[in-house]
């Protein structure tokens, strides 16, 4: 490998880690003494997350703890390799609890499959963060997640509005946070690249379905149209108090 390439991977390292450290404190997201759980998935962004605050924790001589939730889907054909994945929040310093569940299918149409799977991994990390006693639930959002929300919101509901980076429970005491909402997405591909992750292997038939990906060919012939396209609407959503629900 050359010095050049070397060069360029550790300034997008300390990019990556300058990003997360200003989003946290930015919103404000983790305070001393909380225990946060993470939703690993088992993709490069829940991974990555996983490996940012098991690291932080670490350099904070434990001013937080950081626990990991894989949720395996009975009936979806995502390919994760558990041992894998233990050994790795391990190494992160991080504890490691698994779940193995499935959903039925919903007569509502409205409710598709791919809801009801979120939802019903988002039911099982609420539960482990109160048996566990988890203040904090992490997910794996970057900044590219929040954008192209706001424009699927704004597109298909008429409302201006995202995934928010801080948005506190009223019905559990947790606050869900969203660290990787400073980091762009073709940052944290790299960032897996670098770190030699295991690639999830997605078979499952409902993958691609939906409106995101098309949003995604909007985002980036916004970003031909104009460079400065995401960051301006990044200071929109932050001046309309979209970014922060308590």
């Not at 390292?13 to 983790?30: D, H, M, N, P, T």
């Not at 909380?34 to 940012?52: F, Q, T, Y």
């Not at 434990?62 to 626990?67: D, I, S, W």
């Not at 790795?88 to 919903?106: H, K, M, P, Q, W």
Request: charged share 30%; aromatic share 8%; with cysteine.
């Amino acid at each position: 490998m050359t010095a050049h390439k070397l060069t360029d991977d550790y300034r997008l390292e300390q990019r990556v880690r300058r990003a997360v450290q200003a989003g946290l404190k930015e919103f404000s997201l983790i305070e001393p003494g909380d225990r946060v759980l993470v939703g690993l998935s088992g993709g490069k962004d829940s991974m990555a997350l996983l490996e940012l605050l098991g690291g932080l924790a670490r350099r904070r001589d434990g001013a937080f703890r950081v626990e990991a939730l894989h949720v395996r889907m009975g009936n979806v054909d995502y390919r994760t390799d558990v041992g894998y994945l233990a050994k790795f929040a391990a190494d992160c310093g991080c504890g490691f609890y698994l779940r193995e569940i499935s959903f039925e299918a919903d007569r509502n149409e409205r409710r598709s499959p791919c809801f009801l799977c979120s939802w019903n991994r988002r039911k099982q990390l609420f539960e482990m963060a109160q048996e566990l006693g988890c203040t904090k639930i992490a997910l794996g959002h970057h900044r590219d997640d929040i954008l192209r929300t706001a424009l699927m919101n704004l597109t298909f509901a008429g409302a201006f509005a995202t995934m928010p980076v801080k948005i506190r429970m009223r019905k559990f005491p947790v606050t869900i946070i969203r660290p990787l909402c400073r980091v762009d997405e073709a940052d944290l591909r790299r960032w897996a690249e670098i770190h030699g992750y295991q690639p999830l292997v997605k078979t499952c038939p409902h993958d691609g379905e939906g409106n995101r990906r098309s949003i995604e060919s909007v985002v980036d012939a916004m970003q031909r149209l104009c460079p400065e396209a995401r960051y301006s609407l990044w200071h929109a959503l932050e001046k309309d108090g979209k970014l922060v629900e308590l």
